[in-house]
């Protein structure tokens, strides 16, 4: 059984960055899809992005052009650079492994390991 350890979290100001990572403890997470979720006080639980076994990324309207996800192979980090953050970036962030290598879809159901999420709060 993989536990998934969030770090990076914090407060920021709008425009500023934080860098969120990832860490696997137990089986390896190298052979997943990896993705990246949030949820705040006013919403579900929604996908941010997601990276192959690959390499191959991919990202929410809304944070495309702003996020960039990567993963360290040998480590089985994943790592999640905001920049430009936004006040309604606000919220939880979750780090979660799919049950297959390839990122075919973005549902929630998809994903079978969790992580207990980081706070990610971005004042205006």
């Known amino acids: 059984q993989v536990q998934l350890v969030e770090s990076g979290g914090g407060s920021v100001q709008a425009g500023g960055s934080l860098r969120l990572s990832c860490v696997p403890f137990g089986s390896g997470s190298t052979g997943y899809c990896m993705g990246w979720f949030r949820q705040n006080s006013t919403t579900q639980r929604e996908w941010v992005s997601s990276i192959s076994t690959q390499g191959t990324a991919t990202y929410a309207d809304s944070v495309k052009g702003r996020f960039i996800i990567s993963r360290d192979f040998p480590k089985a980090i994943v790592t999640l650079q905001m920049n430009d953050l936004k006040p309604e970036d606000t919220g939880v962030y979750y780090c979660?492994?799919?049950?297959?290598?390839?990122?075919?879809?973005?549902?929630?159901?998809?994903?079978?390991?969790w992580g207990q999420g980081t706070q990610v709060t971005v004042s205006s």
């Open positions: 979660a492994r799919r049950f297959t290598g390839a990122c075919l879809s973005n549902s929630r159901d998809d994903f079978l390991n």
